[in-house]
């Protein structure tokens, strides 16, 4: 069965997580994706935090499957001549380098529309284009503090906070792929190619949207109910870190169970759904809440609400945190337990649906990567290695007409 994006060449021009991490998923959907890299050395996390001795570390290969590698160095003469052909016959470029980089190297937007109109340059920068901060240069964390993340994240009394979840990098990198799939869908009506750029600081916004309504709603009310702070605690004029409190209408918490003195994630989220408030009861054995008024709407629960979650961690002391889901569940209570990373490795739901894949490298050997977290009725992803460092740059060469002599010559030169 042919993959969807089969046909659609891609210039991965990306490094470290953001770019990568799009350039993937692109591959997994079945783009021909090859990696530009600089000879010798190629994506700076092909060597951090190797755990197998000159094998390439787990940082590159989880971010860099299904895809070709090609080692290029695009600052010698030679080089920009195989990238200008790259650019004639590909339908996308991604790149993340810092900004002015592309430029410096002489492929600006506009030299690149001249040689292939077709073309979609998509980008990754920290900031967009003509912010105060568009000069600097940005990592995962840099975005999640400029974006709004790090200072609602964490509890009040600790300082802002980020996420272990890629905010900034694999959440831009997935920005851009919409952005690329729909300018290559616009390209199908206007036949031509457009630049699309994505700034961490944005992605990281976007995701943080729920924090800027409730700067608004603070700004018109001074508190916001379903803060911890509320409605015993004091409120500045910022929204403040709430902890794990549910960020939406439902109040919800993580709450200790069976073994949490020894072990860290033995803990459930449990959230206190509205209409699920019966049910709740009866899961936990207090059935004369159901009626009691202090008890039966969310507002009259709102000032007792960590007592109630205190009663909660009482009724779990017993149960572990999968048994104690096990009851829940059957009352339909929006719950789940806070799994470790070594839980997820070995969850056999994760390994059947495809979303933890064990892969074969021939340097690594066998090691787990996240697959499509995308499912379709009719495509099936098939998570590939990612390629050794220059693995395809002959191969792709000769796609490109370079005879053998050439390609001989450009070795020689230290251009690939
Ligand atoms: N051949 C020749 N030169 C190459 C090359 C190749 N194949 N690939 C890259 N280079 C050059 C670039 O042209 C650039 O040269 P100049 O700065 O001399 O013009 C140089 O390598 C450095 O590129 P860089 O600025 O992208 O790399 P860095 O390690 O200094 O910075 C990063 C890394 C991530 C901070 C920066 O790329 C950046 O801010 N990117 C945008 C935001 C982003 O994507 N960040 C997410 C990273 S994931 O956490």
């Not at 009861?281 to 969310?298: F, H, M, Q, R």
């Not at 892969?359 to 990567?369: A, C």
Request: glycine residues 10%; hydrophobic residues 40%.
């Amino acid at each position: 069965m042919s993959k969807p994006l089969e046909g659609i060449k891609i210039i991965d021009f990306t490094h470290v997580q953001a770019g990568p991490a799009c350039t993937q998923l692109l591959a997994w959907f079945g783009a021909d994706v090859i990696k530009v890299e600089r000879p010798g050395a190629g994506d700076v996390t092909r060597s951090q935090l190797r755990h197998v001795k000159d094998a390439d570390a787990l940082y590159f290969t989880m971010l860099n499957s299904n895809k070709r590698s090609l080692t290029l160095d695009t600052k010698t003469a030679q080089g920009k001549e195989v990238l200008t052909k790259l650019i004639k016959e590909s339908d996308v470029m991604v790149e993340n380098f810092g900004p002015g980089a592309l430029d410096r190297m002489g492929f600006t937007w506009e030299h690149i529309q001249s040689l292939n109109p077709g073309m979609i340059l998509a980008s990754v920068k920290g900031f967009s284009e003509g912010h105060a901060y568009e000069d600097l240069k940005v990592y995962e964390n840099v975005a999640q503090c400029a974006g709004g993340a790090a200072s609602t994240t964490g509890f009040w009394d600790g300082p802002p906070t980020v996420s272990a979840a890629a905010l900034g990098d694999s959440n831009t990198g997935m920005h851009l792929a919409i952005g690329i799939l729909t300018a290559l869908h616009q390209k199908v009506k206007t036949g031509k190619g457009q630049k699309v750029a994505v700034s961490m600081q944005d992605s990281v916004l976007n995701l943080c949207r729920v924090k800027l309504r409730d700067q608004q709603r603070l700004d018109a009310l001074g508190y916001l109910e379903e803060y911890p702070q509320y409605p015993h605690g004091e409120f500045s004029d910022v929204v403040p870190r709430g902890g794990n409190a549910g960020g939406g209408g439902q109040p919800g918490w993580v709450l200790k169970c069976k073994g949490w003195e020894t072990d860290p994630n033995a803990y459930i989220y449990f959230t206190i759904q509205g209409h699920a408030w019966a049910p709740i009861c009866k899961a936990l054995g207090k059935p004369e809440w159901i009626d009691d008024a202090a008890y039966n709407t969310a507002e009259a629960r709102q000032d007792k609400i960590f007592d109630i979650f205190a009663f909660i961690e009482t009724w779990l002391a017993d149960k572990t945190k999968f048994e104690a889901i096990d009851i829940l569940r059957k009352f339909d209570i929006p719950c789940a337990p806070v799994l470790s990373m070594k839980e997820i490795a070995n969850d056999p739901s994760l390994r059947k649906s495809g979303t933890v894949v064990e892969v074969d490298h021939p340097k690594l050997g066998k090691y787990l990567t996240v697959g499509s977290p995308i499912k379709f009725s009719d495509v099936e992803v098939e998570i590939t290695a990612s390629p050794l460092l220059g693995q395809h740059t002959n191969e792709v060469l000769a796609d490109l007409g370079y005879s053998q002599e050439e390609i001989v010559a450009l070795h020689d030169a230290k251009a690939v």
